[in-house]
């Protein structure tokens, strides 16, 4: 286990509607990256935090957003939700600094979108 | 549980041989590369890295191999147990020391008792 933490485990939402999960970081760590995995696909970027700012964003549209808190816990928010938004979403949490970074999973948050 | 892979390519091996499962990159600009395993409903979890600048790096039964001149990595898995049965996932960095994590489309790795 990484001890990073992810909530809820599984979450069904309807089209249009908004929805924000939660990811504790591992112990130590400074930033914390969200990632969106299809099913039968690798993880993709969305974007990062690093003191409480977005460190670099994928190929996302700005209804993905995100925040990170003082004790580097953070949130992301997808607002009018649409059917290609299943999947899973995966928190990865690392210490900043050096050459790449070693990114920590947690175990993700299933979301549906009906 | 959680149904990763439904369509990987799919490595069959004997339990106690070994494993060598391979991946191809594109940017020649990385310079950070891990691999991850991922079991049915858990996150990816990490296995072993390497910096562009070293190209062999061995974990305890894992070893990763960099070849930058044709952009390949290779992990190899000696002993290989049942409990190494998992989807597994190559990623890369954009380069220049970038936080951002680029992965493959993973191999799932099945061990024959």
């Known amino acids: ?114 | 549980g959680e149904n990763v892979g439904l369509h990987l390519p799919t490595l069959s091996v004997q339990e106690g041989d070994n494993s060598i499962i391979n991946c191809a990159y594109s940017n020649s600009a990385s310079d950070y590369f891990i691999w991850y395993k991922q079991e049915s409903g858990k996150g990816p979890q990490f296995i072993i890295d390497i910096r562009s600048n070293m190209d062999k790096r061995q974990g305890q039964r894992v070893t990763v191999l960099l070849n930058k001149t044709v952009k390949h990595l290779s992990l190899q898995i000696a002993a290989t147990q049942p409990g190494d049965s998992a989807v597994y996932f190559c990623a890369e960095n954009e380069g220049d020391s970038s936080y951002k994590l680029i992965f493959g489309s993973g191999t799932r790795l099945l061990v024959r008792p």
Do not use: M
Request: charged share 15%; aromatic share 12%; with cysteine.
């Open chain 1, 1 to 114: 286990e990484t001890g990073v933490t992810q909530s809820p485990t599984h979450l069904i939402k309807t089209r249009g509607q908004q929805v924000t999960l939660r990811c504790s970081s591992q112990s130590g760590h400074n930033t914390v990256s969200w990632y969106q995995q299809a099913l039968g696909q690798g993880p993709q970027f969305i974007f990062q935090y690093y003191r409480e700012e977005e460190n670099g964003r994928g190929n996302f549209p700005p209804r993905f957003s995100g925040l990170q808190f003082p004790n580097y816990s953070s949130e992301l928010n997808v607002n009018a939700l649409e059917l290609d938004d299943s999947a899973l979403y995966l928190c990865a949490s690392a210490v900043a600094g050096g050459q790449g970074e070693k990114q920590y999973f947690g175990p993700g948050t299933r979301l549906t979108v009906t």
